[in-house]
């Protein structure tokens, strides 16, 4: 992996821990981490890994939202380029493995968004949600009126961003905006048991599910049936397909390789 300033990668077995590296700025997001993130998740793209974990430095936030400072000197093109162009949130949104947002703490505004952006979402009770956007006069613009619209309801959504309030573990658990909630010093090891567990599944399937998943909020249902019928299709056509059917008949455990 090449070096980046405001990102670390660390490898254990088949499971990255991607993370964003700026706690004294409660790692907000600047151009630079959307840079450097896009460079990362390209890169681990080719890598071997097979789940991926991204996270905030330190203990008291994952991510406290996009750069306020930066916003100062933008202008409407200038922002609207910068989040037409590659971002960040759009990469996680296309990366090919599982991704698991594990959040340590603030968990705002673009922080939000690319917590959304990853597949399964991980909290420590410490852990606090919100789109505070309206506070600044503007909405969210890194996905957010969609992604958390389609993941937890109109009217919840609606609430948390026309409020800008900051929700709780429990309530976003409740909510469904995260899948689990765990003590703060657990919620490392549980988060990495989660990725591991999925990392020794069949990787082309684990895309494939995605994929498709992620298509039933982009089409009607349809259209996701029939996407769902070919993205079956193409499993069998896989030697770990041969290799899980084999291992079920043989009553072993399946040696899954990505082929
Ligand atoms: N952009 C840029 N800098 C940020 C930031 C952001 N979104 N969020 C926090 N920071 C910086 C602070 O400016 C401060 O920097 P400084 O020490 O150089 O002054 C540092 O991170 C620590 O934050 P601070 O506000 O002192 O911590 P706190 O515990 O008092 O408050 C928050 C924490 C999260 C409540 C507060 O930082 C906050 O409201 N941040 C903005 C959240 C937001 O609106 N995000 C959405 C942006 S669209």
Known sequence: MANYETITVEKRGKVAILTINRPDKLNALNKQVHTEGVAALAELR?????VL?????GEKSFVAGADIGEFAGQTPVTQRDLFHEKTFFNSI???PKPVIAMVNGFCLGGGNELALACDLRTASETARFSQPEINLGIIPGGGGTQRLTHLI???RAMEIML????IDAQTALQFGLVNHVYPAAELESKTIELAEKIAEK???ALQLIKEAVKFASRSNLDEGLRREVDLFAICFSTEDKQEGVSAFLEKRKPVFKGK
């Open 46 to 50: 080719r890598d071997d890994v097979r």
């Open 53 to 57: 974990i991204v996270t905030g430095a």
């Open 93 to 95: 949104d296309a990366f």
């Open 153 to 155: 309801g109109e009217g």
């Open 163 to 166: 409020t800008g309030d900051m």
């Open 202 to 204: 069949a990787p082309i």
